[in-house]
Each structure stands twice: as structure tokens, then as C-alpha cells.
């Protein structure tokens, strides 16, 4: 990707679509699939709808809306799919456009996928983009209920 791109706001834009494109706006942010491939179903990234390089840089309407926000989708992430748990990391050391990636954990998640591990996966983890965007309607359809 050329470095005057910025993934995080072709995503908001709508000129990158992530599988299942963006499932919910609300509070200044986008929710959708992890973009790159993913070793975990139901992996999901909330990201600002404006260009904001890391959480300190939010306006404080924002700030205050991602926590409840982010609470509902790790809810639904967990009714939806089954996930025993929900991590939540916000690192901006590759994509300096704020983004929160919650990231289930089911109870046969591999210990090398868990925790921070989970960006670890490989090529051979990578599940067909058909199941993460199956999961992330799931994820979404438990939002609206």
C-alpha cells in the first residue's frame, strides 16, 4: 500500500470493503471484519470514523461512546458465536488511524492464538473469507436484537 493511504479511512469511505463490508456505524465509528486474513471467526475491528491516529486523539463524545459500544459488540460477539471471552487492543504501531480489534476467544482457540498471540496467525490459520463474513452478520444480527 503506497504511504499516503490510509486503510483505516478506505474502510469508512467505503473504497475498501472488509468481508461483510461495515456492519454497524454508531458514535463515530465503523464496525467491521478484520481486513487482513483471519485465524479467528468473529474477529472485529471498531474504527473511527475520523482520521484519529490512537485513542488520545478522539474528541471526548467519541471517547465516551466507544466503551458502551465496544461492551455491546463483545456481548454480541460472545452470544452470537459462543466466544468464552473478548479481547479488546488497541496497538496503532502499523495503522496510525485509531481502531479497537475485539477479538474472540472459544474455548478450542489454540493456546498460540490466544491473547496477543492472535496476531500471529499464519497463512495456515487463515479461515475462507466466506466464515468471517458469515460470523460477522451473525455478530451483527445479535447487535440489532
Do not use: K
Not at 95 to 119: M, Q, S
Amino acid at each position: 500500500m503506497p504511504i499516503d493511504t490510509c486503510l483505516g479511512c478506505e474502510i469508512v469511505s467505503g473504497t475498501r470493503v472488509p468481508p461483510a463490508g461495515v456492519l454497524l456505524r454508531e458514535g463515530g465509528f465503523a464496525l467491521h471484519a478484520l481486513a487482513d486474513p483471519s485465524p479467528l471467526r468473529g474477529w472485529l475491528v471498531l474504527t473511527s470514523e475520523r482520521h484519529a491516529r490512537a485513542w488520545y486523539d478522539l474528541p471526548a463524545a467519541e471517547a465516551a461512546a466507544l466503551g458502551p459500544l465496544a461492551g455491546r459488540v463483545m456481548a454480541a460477539q460472545r452470544a452470537a458465536l459462543g466466544a468464552e471471552h473478548v479481547y479488546a487492543f488497541a496497538i496503532g504501531d502499523v495503522l496510525h488511524h485509531f481502531h479497537l480489534h475485539l477479538v474472540p476467544r472459544f474455548a478450542d482457540t489454540p493456546e498460540r492464538l490466544r491473547g496477543r498471540r492472535c496476531f500471529d496467525g499464519g497463512p495456515a490459520d487463515a479461515l475462507r473469507e466466506e466464515e468471517i463474513a458469515r460470523a460477522a452478520r451473525a455478530v451483527a444480527d445479535a447487535l440489532l436484537r
